[in-house]
């Protein structure tokens, strides 16, 4: 892929704070890096909300008789959704599988680099690089998929949203953006809420303050959506396919394994819980409730 022009990256206290925490992030985040496509982690229900949506459109690509294709990754952290993609990319036959992942912390795109390279093989070509999604110039030339997930938007000051969004609808052919909302449960971001032993959300000024466990202390920009905020932001730029809740109830009725007897987590009440978030994921009385909305942009017709 035509490779992004290198903008400077300023100190960030979003990059201060996932440099700060590392490997720990990807172990929260992400589960068991093994079995990717079992999707182990807490956020397992989103992860394999947001996988659905992506793999079809992978299908649909290769479908169409592709034998190539281009994903961007703005905000890759480290690098797991861009490591899914090109594998499954490479099992559906795909024979030019370009990726690029950028992401405002040095930490995340060491671990980044380091998880690709297990992918990069002669039809794949992987890069990471270290940049701010505010500044960069996205690469030119035509891209399948753009992805920004979790987290990344939440730490943009809204005065740089109107822009970002812009830059994102339009980088490539079909966007899958998501968002922690404000009426979701309360996150740190970059490790498990456990991980503080006080924190602070200050939904006037748009900061997160955090205390760790371990002492460290860790503040930067939080800014929570509200699903028609959020929906606007993109619509303005492209046209919006699908909007979703992701994780109504999941996160709320997820078994504690330090208070509830093991066997609360049956097969049965999961599929109960499965019902709900797809009968109620739409509904405007609970997608700010959501632990993440998702997005699903096309290009907007000329
Ligand atoms: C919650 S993590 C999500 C990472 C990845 N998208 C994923 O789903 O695993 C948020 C990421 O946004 C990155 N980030 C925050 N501000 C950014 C910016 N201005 N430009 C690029 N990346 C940014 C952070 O460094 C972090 O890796």
Not at 170 to 198: K, M, Y
Request: hydrophobic share 45%; proline share 4%.
């Amino acid at each position: 892929m035509a490779t992004m022009a290198l903008d400077p990256v300023t100190a960030n206290e979003a990059a201060q704070a996932y440099d700060a925490v590392g490997e720990t992030y990807l172990r929260y985040a992400d589960g068991d890096l093994r079995a990717l496509f079992e999707f182990s982690s807490r956020y397992s229900f989103a992860d394999r909300e947001i996988w659905r949506r992506i793999d079809a459109k992978l299908v649909a690509i290769r479908s169409s008789g592709r034998t190539s294709i281009r994903i961007l990754d703005a905000g890759c952290g480290p690098g797991t959704w861009l490591k899914r993609c090109a594998l499954r990319a490479r099992a559906l036959g795909f024979l030019e599988i370009d990726g690029l992942g950028f992401d405002i912390s040095p930490a995340m795109i060491d671990l980044a680099a380091k998880e690709l390279a297990q992918a990069n093989d002669p039809a794949v070509n992987l890069e990471v690089i270290v940049a701010d999604i505010a500044e960069a110039s996205l690469p030119k030339g035509h891209i399948d998929i753009v992805l920004c997930l979790y987290g990344v938007l939440n730490h943009l000051p809204v005065a740089q949203h109107q822009a970002v969004a812009a830059r994102l609808a339009g980088a490539g052919d079909t966007l899958f953006v998501t968002v922690r909302t404000v009426g979701s449960l309360p996150s740190i971001f970059v490790a498990g809420i456990e991980q503080a032993r006080n924190f602070r959300q200050d939904n006037v000024e748009d900061r997160l303050e955090i205390d760790l466990l371990d002492g460290r202390h860790l503040e930067f920009p939080s800014h929570l959506f509200t699903a028609d905020e959020f929906a606007a932001l993109f619509a303005a730029h492209g046209h919006i396919e699908e909007r979703a809740g992701l994780d109504l109830f999941h996160g709320r009725f997820a078994p504690d394994h330090r208070w509830n007897p093991k066997d609360m987590a049956d097969t049965a009440f999961h599929a109960g819980l499965e019902r709900l978030e797809h009968l109620c994921a739409s509904d405007p009385c609970f997608i700010d409730r959501a632990a993440h909305v998702l997005l699903q942009v096309g290009r907007r017709a000329e």
